[in-house]
């Protein structure tokens, strides 16, 4: 059986304690590999690379910077199948999925902060004929990244990117649930020629690995995406210790859909939106609110679109919907739809597991996307997070009341908007607490554009200038000129 192994000081190494963890197919259910159960002996080895290599690497010139990361994106995308293979059998989501969405994103965001070095600016500002003052980013130090198992290589290379870009060394934590793409990364990197200890990827657990990253004094900004209770358990302990912190956490984002929106686009992106990945995305839309008038036809129509899409074997061409990433994961979501039903609402489709997809999947953890209707915007289903195939439809009167909806979360991720009355539209955008507000669109992204959330979807923006600024520390050079 394959094992993975840490990446530490430019090599490929056991964990020191010698323990693995299981690494399960959830098609399958069957364990398929092993993944180092790392802990606070294997981050020090790593933290300690990353100090050594610091020095270097960040008085490397951005042109030599730039060219290596290059070559890490082009290796990623000349072994674009067999990575996207590797996701797919690791997480369960669709092979097209990872092979159109998952790694090229992953290579983009390697090619996107490579270039974005070239262009960096710096900004001058003259004081009344008295001092000239310049502004020098400096990188920051050891960046400790973490991330989580639904779209794996693509957060994951969000982080790595732009930190190791602006001349930062990095420790990385992939979850344990998705370890496999962060390997082969790893791989990748030796084979480019990225110095020894600048990227440094510690497997294993988050209480033991993430903690361990979190708490050392050494690693001075932390860059962590993953839920909101393990976000606020990063950030106490981070917070007393100075270090700067961007956090990218849970959504539970309104669609909201106007009788005037055009209802092809809305429903057939409302059906994307709420089932992509087995509805495993952050800014999936699993509150869906709709214009009264057009409820009745949009829930009719919805449905049968949630029913047309493909459960099946990840790996086969033309399934919409493959496995839920792991039992756990799969045991919440039948538990929210088990109290979908007790907080009395109406299953409209799905609501189960669907019958055995395939032979090899007999025992892989699926589950039929879900509509409910019948349920008040204040249940603990349209409150509180599912990440799953389950979607909550809501019917709305007037304006002031979809916004009140919209913002009667505690999180605020993003929200889509479908209409063709742009001033309506105008007015939402600005109204609706989240980071992101799509309209007539979802999960569009331009990588230049700030992206994170709002209230408890954690705090810190990521994304083009941001994150450079993120990973990078501004100093002020005044300087006398009278
Ligand atoms: P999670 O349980 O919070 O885990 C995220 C990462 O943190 C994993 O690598 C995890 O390791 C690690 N971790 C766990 N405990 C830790 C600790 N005490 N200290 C440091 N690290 C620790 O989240 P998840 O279940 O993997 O991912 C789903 C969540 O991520 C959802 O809430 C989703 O909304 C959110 N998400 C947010 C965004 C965004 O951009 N806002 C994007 C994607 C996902 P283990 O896997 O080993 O536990």
Sequence with gaps: MQSILHYINGQLVEPRSGNYLDNIDPATGAVYSRVPDGDGDDVNAAVAAAEQAFPAWSQTPAEKRSA??????????????????????DNGKPLSLTRNMDIPRAVKNFRFFATAILHSKSETHMTDGQALNYTLRQPRGICGLISPWNLPLYLLSWKIAPAIAAG??????????TPMTAFMLSEVCREAGLPAGVLNIV???GAKVGAAITAHQKVTTISFTGGTVTGREVARTAAPM??????????????????????????AESVRAAFANQGQICLCGSRIFVERAAYEPFVNRFVAATQGLKIGDPLEAGVDQGAIVSKPQFEKVSFYVN?????????LTGGSPPPTVNDRCKNGYFF??????????????????????????IPFDAEEEVIDYANGTAYGLSATVWTQNLPKAHRLAERINSG???????????????????????????GGDEAMR???????VCISVS
Excluded at 339 to 347: H, K, S, V
Excluded at 436 to 462: A, H, I, Y
């Design 203 to 205: 497997h294993g657990l």
């Design 339 to 347: 109290l979908a039903r007790e907080e009395g609402g109406t299953i």
């Design 242 to 267: 100075f270090k700067k912190i961007s956090l990218e956490l849970g959504g539970k984002n309104p669609n909201i859909v106007f009788a005037d929106a055009d209802m092809d686009r809305a429903v």
């Design 368 to 393: 039929t996307p879900t509509v409910i209707t019948g349920l008040g915007p204040n249940c603990r289903v349209n409150q509180e997070e599912i990440f799953g195939p389950v979607t909550s439809i």
């Design 68 to 89: 290596c990361i290059l070559k890490i994106a082009d290796a990623i995308e000349a072994r674009l199948d067999e990575f996207a293979r590797a996701e797919c059998v």
């Design 470 to 476: 993120f990973f990078t520390e501004s100093k002020n």
């Design 168 to 177: 930062n060394t990095a420790v990385a934590k992939p979850s344990e649930v």
């Design 436 to 462: 992101t507000v799509w309209v007539n669109c979802w999960l569009l992204r331009d990588l230049r554009v700030p992206f994170g959330g709002m209230k408890q979807s954690g705090v810190g923006r990521e």
